[in-house]
C-alpha cells in the first residue's frame, strides 16, 4: 500500500520564547516492509541550527534550535511511505512463552545477539514498571505452556475487549495501576499496560509509534486532519523476531499501519519535546493527515 503522511504541530505561546532545543520524531524508519521517501520537514520560524541524527533505538530524530524571539512554533513533515506485509506468524506458533522468556534471560555468555539486544526491552522504563498485579493479570493469557502466539494474542484480545478507549480518562502521567483498575484509557495506555504485562513476566516488549489508516463513517468524507499518531507494541520471539499487537484495536498490524519508531515505551519516541527558555503558557494543536494513494512508478523504479 502507498500513502502520503502529513503531520502538523503547532504550538502558541502566551509570551515570546526567545531560545529553544528540540528534538523531533517525526521521520517514518525504512524497514524490510516500509520505504519512506520524498519527506519534506518544514520548521517555522526557520531554525539557526538544523541536523538529522539516528538515536540509540534506530530512529530518526530532527534536531533544531530557534535563537530569536518567537511567538509560536510549527513543524511540518510530508513523506510518503510504501508498505508490504509484516513476516509470517506460522513460523513460531509452536515456541512456549516460558522458552522465550529463558532464551531471552539466559546467561550473556550463551545467548545470541538479538537476545542480547533484547533484553534492553525487559527492563523497567520510565512509564512502565514491572508488577505484581500486572503478572496476575497476564497470567490469565500465559497459561502453563502455552505457545507463544497463542499467549501474545490472547492478552491483546482480552485488553480489547475489557477496556474503553477514553481519551478524557488519562494522562501521560496516568500510572498503570490506575488504568488497569479503572479498565479505561487510550492507545498509549494500553500499549503500556500490554509491555507492563508481559515484562512483568519476563519477556522482552517495546514501545511502536507510527500511524495507521482511518477510514470515515459510511457515506461520510474523511476530516483533513482528523488522523493522529498511534500506538502499539512489538514481543521479542527468540529465533525469529519481533511480533507486532495492537491492544486497542484488538488485532495485529497489517499494511495500513506506518511506524515512526519504537523504544523502551513512550517516553523513548515522543514526536516532539524540547527545552526552551520564555514563552509562557502554550496551546498545542496537532492534525494528522494518512492518505492512501493509488499505485504510482516513482517507489516500483526504486526497486521496493
Known amino acids: 500500500m502507498r500513502f502520503q503522511l502529513r503531520h502538523t504541530t503547532r504550538y502558541e505561546y502566551s509570551s515570546s520564547a526567545s531560545l529553544s532545543h528540540n528534538e523531533a520524531r517525526i521521520l517514518p524508519r525504512n524497514l524490510p516492509w516500509q520505504h519512506c521517501a ?7 520560524p526557520t531554525p539557526m541550527r538544523m541536523r538529522e541524527r539516528t538515536d540509540f533505538f534506530g530512529n530518526r530524530v530532527v534536531y533544531f534550535s530557534l535563537e530569536a ?14 508498505t508490504r506485509p509484516r513476516p509470517t506468524q506460522d513460523f513460531f506458533s509452536t515456541i512456549a512463552w516460558e522458552q522465550a522468556v529463558s532464551d531471552t534471560t539466559a546467561d550473556p555468555r550463551f545467548s545470541n545477539r538479538d537476545c542480547l539486544d533484547a533484553r534492553l526491552y525487559v527492563l523497567d522504563s520510565p512509564f512502565v514498571h514491572q508488577h505484581d498485579s500486572l503478572a496476575r493479570y497476564a497470567m490469565d493469557s500465559f497459561l502453563p505452556g502455552r505457545n507463544m502466539l497463542d499467549a501474545v494474542l490472547d492478552l491483546n484480545q482480552r485488553i480489547f475487549n475489557e477496556f474503553s478507549y477514553d481519551p478524557d480518562s488519562t494522562t501521560v502521567a496516568t500510572p498503570l495501576s490506575e488504568v488497569l483498575a479503572n479498565r479505561r484509557g487510550v492507545c498509549q495506555d494500553f500499549a503500556h499496560l500490554a509491555i507492563g504485562c ?8 517495546r514501545y511502536v509509534s507510527g500511524y495507521m489508516e482511518t477510514l470515515p463513517p459510511p457515506g461520510q468524507e474523511k476530516l483533513v486532519g482528523a488522523d493522529a499518531t498511534h500506538a502499539w507494541v512489538s514481543v ?24 515512526l519508531g519504537w523504544g523502551r515505551d513512550f517516553a523513548d519516541v ?6 526552551m527558555t520564555g514563552g ?5 494543536t496537532v492534525a494528522v493527515d494518512v492518505i492512501a494513494l ?4 516513482e517507489l516500483q523504479a526504486q526497486g521496493f
Open 38 to 44: 520524498n519527506a519534506q520537514v518544514e520548521i517555522s
Open 69 to 82: 524571539l518567537h511567538d509560536e512554533l510549527q513543524v511540518s513533515v510530508t513523506s510518503e511511505i510504501e
Open 198 to 205: 508481559m515484562r512483568s513476566l519476563g519477556l522482552a516488549v
Open 236 to 259: 521479542f520471539i527468540p529465533g525469529w523476531g519481533w511480533l507486532e499487537i495492537d491492544p486497542t484495536n484488538g488485532c495485529t498490524p497489517d499494511e495500513r499501519y506506518i511506524i
Open 270 to 275: 515522543t514526536p516532539l519535546k524540547g527545552v
Open 280 to 284: 509562557g503558557e502554550h496551546k498545542l
Open 294 to 297: 493509488k499505485d504510482e512508478p
